[in-house]
């Protein structure tokens, strides 16, 4: 099956600094990538996505990438703010069994003013 | 338009008891699922369905069922609950390009 790592597990920025979370899977056949926020308390929610036949995508101040050759995807927060402050999860939807996306494990970001 | 709902909120329950927690999305999603998320960590598949009528076993599936009787409902049962099943519940629903929604989530302590 699909195995997803996640790093950092925590995170701590300025306020108006930029912020990164590295995800990579293992398998190859993988082909969309979502990135959900949860807040406290909150569910996830899907923020952005990216699927295989493109390398990058944004929206706003945040963005992804997308290197298949090395199997690995990123989230680029731009401008933090407070409100930016959250769980993120990575995920890679694996084709191999069933329609089903493997989550990572999460980056605690906070955003200090 | 509701979404996912998920019901109930929060529940508290005592080990043997069976307890059934639902989920009802209107998307008319083909593809519905179980995730049970433990403070601090990711979330852990337990079951999924692609489509009604089907059901299939996720990372967690021991000591969960599931059925699919409709589109539109999938509810997940708990025989007899453990404390270790204590735990945040969240189901999802995803749409023919693979996003996956989520509902609000099921609050489950079992003493």
Known sequence: GENVEQHPSTLSVQEGDSAVIKCTYSDSASNYFPWYKQELGKRPQLIIDIRSNVGEKKDQRIAVTLNKTAKHFSLHITETQPEDSAVYFCAAHYTGGGNKLTFGTGTQLKVEL | ?111
Not at chain 2, 8 to 30: E, F, K, V, W, Y
Not at chain 2, 31 to 36: E, I, L, P
């Open chain 2, 1 to 111: 338009i509701a979404g996912i709902t998920q019901a109930p909120t929060s529940q508290i329950l005592a080990a043997g008891r069976r307890m059934t927690l639902r989920c009802t999305q209107d998307m008319r999603h083909n593809a519905m699922y179980w995730y049970r998320q433990d403070l601090g960590l990711g979330l852990r598949l337990i079951h999924y369905s692609n489509t009604a009528g089907t059901t299939g076993k996720g990372e967690v599936p021991d000591g969960y069922s599931v059925s699919r009787a409709n589109t539109d409902d999938f509810p997940l049962t708990l025989a007899s609950a453990v404390p270790s099943q204590t735990s945040v519940y969240f189901c999802a629903s995803s749409n023919i390009r693979n996003e996956q929604f989520f509902g609000p989530g099921t609050r489950l302590t079992v003493l």
